[in-house]
């Protein structure tokens, strides 16, 4: 992207794609900052922040659509973690139905799984594609040229330790060590919910699938031309958190 000041560094702006493991993920990344230095945040109220503290930051997280970068003067560098698209729309809707905290739980309420892709299409109609794509219909074109030109790494949420690495080594962070946050316990596989009903959410995810399979598939890419020392390390750090889990 076009750099816009060349008097700070690049600020990193984590767009977390709900139910992809961005919860997990954003305790890491505080983790690594001061507290002025990163902020989580709905990304759209950006714009409430003052030229002084949106200076301090070097990194930002939250939900929000691809453009965020427009509300800053100074060179941004995207990240983001993508999920099995039939996996993301599971763990979505039994996470809602089972918390009682959560905002649309009432409005859940006894809606059935069929119902929820259907009715609530915002969160199961290509939700991913149109995170990365930019607000509006969703681009699966558009999505892949926005990963390739401002996103430093794209990590996928099946192979969530290995995306950590390969974010460890490109930000330079230290301590990656974490608990798993927000997961959705105790849901049904996608081999025990009906066929007819993975088929369903299939159809409504066509881009979000295609955009899956591309990015995992550079994704392992990226792991394979790994040098032998770095594969050493992944496999050590794969290793402690076998053992830690």
């Known amino acids: 992207m076009t750099n816009k000041s060349n008097e700070t560094e690049s600020l990193l702006i984590f767009l977390h794609i709900p139910k992809t493991g961005g919860t997990t993920l954003s305790t890491i990344i505080s983790n690594q900052y001061k507290e002025n230095e990163f902020k989580k945040t709905k990304l759209q109220e950006l714009q409430k922040f003052t030229e002084e503290d949106l200076g301090r930051l070097k990194c930002i997280a939250g939900h929000g659509y691809f453009g965020v ?140 699938i295609a955009l899956y399979q591309w990015v995992k598939k550079k994704h392992q890419k990226k792991i394979q031309n790994l040098s032998g020392k770095l594969k050493k390390e992944l496999n050590h750090f794969l290793q402690g958190q076998k053992n830690s889990n």
């Open 69 to 208: 970068h427009e509300y800053f003067n100074r060179s941004c560098s995207y990240f983001t973690m993508v999920r099995d698209p039939v996996d993301r729309v599971l763990s979505n809707y039994y996470f809602i139905k089972r918390r009682k905290d959560h905002r649309d739980h009432n409005k859940l309420g006894n809606v059935s799984l069929k119902e929820f892709v259907r009715d609530f299409q915002d969160r199961t109609f290509n939700h991913q594609t149109k995170r990365l794509s930019g607000p509006g219909v969703p681009s699966l074109e558009a999505a892949k040229e926005n990963l390739e030109r401002h996103f430093t790494i794209v990590g996928v949420t099946d192979e969530f330790d290995e995306s950590l690495f390969l974010m460890k080594k490109e930000f330079n962070w230290s301590d990656i060590s974490y608990e798993i946050k927000n997961s959705t316990e105790n849901r049904p596989s996608i081999a025990e919910v009906p066929k007819d009903i993975i088929n369903y959410i299939k159809e409504m995810n066509q881009l979000d």
